[in-house]
């Protein structure tokens, strides 16, 4: 039993943290799948020579956004340099159960402290303006780059 145990632990199975409902209106985190725009898990094709670093959560134009778990406010990040896109071009970086993690395409209200778990730190901007026809999300993409759909 203490063998089987401690393998589910290492499996991840045990302790694997998730995310708490992120947008308003999507109590249980569901995913962008496919749109004319493309796909929203990880590894979906960008282009002929990019993949997408992120998973897409679904989430509409100016929506709030929640803390997924009690979180540190890391920093606003720039998800863009083409102006074109500036009026998605915000996100933020944020620390919580032992993960960095950024969510793009999300104005904060803060960019430093502490927020609780279910408490709103931003909105979603508006990306229908951008990408006419997407299916609205808020992009979850870990700092090291690693897969962030074990923790869904
Ligand atoms: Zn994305």
């Not at 929640?66 to 009026?87: G, Q």
């Not at 990306?127 to 299916?135: A, L, N």
């Amino acid at each position: 039993m203490r063998h089987f145990i401690v393998l589910l632990v290492l499996l991840g199975v045990c302790e694997g943290a998730k995310f708490g409902q992120l947008c308003s209106g999507n109590p249980t985190n569901q995913r962008r799948t496919s749109d004319k725009w493309g796909m929203g898990h990880y590894g979906a094709p960008r282009g002929s020579t990019r993949k997408h670093k992120g998973l897409d959560i679904k989430c509409q134009d100016g929506s709030e956004v929640y803390a997924p778990f009690d979180v540190e406010l890391v920093r606003k990040v720039i998800v863009y340099n083409d102006p074109k896109k500036a009026a998605i071009n915000n996100g933020i970086q944020l620390e919580g159960e032992g993960l960095c993690f950024k969510l793009f395409y999300v104005k904060p209200d803060k960019t430093s402290g502490r927020v609780k778990k279910g408490k709103k730190i931003g909105v979603m901007l508006q990306m229908q303006k951008v990408y006419p026809g997407i299916t609205s999300h808020v992009h979850v993409q870990m700092c090291d780059g690693t897969n962030p759909t074990p923790y869904f």
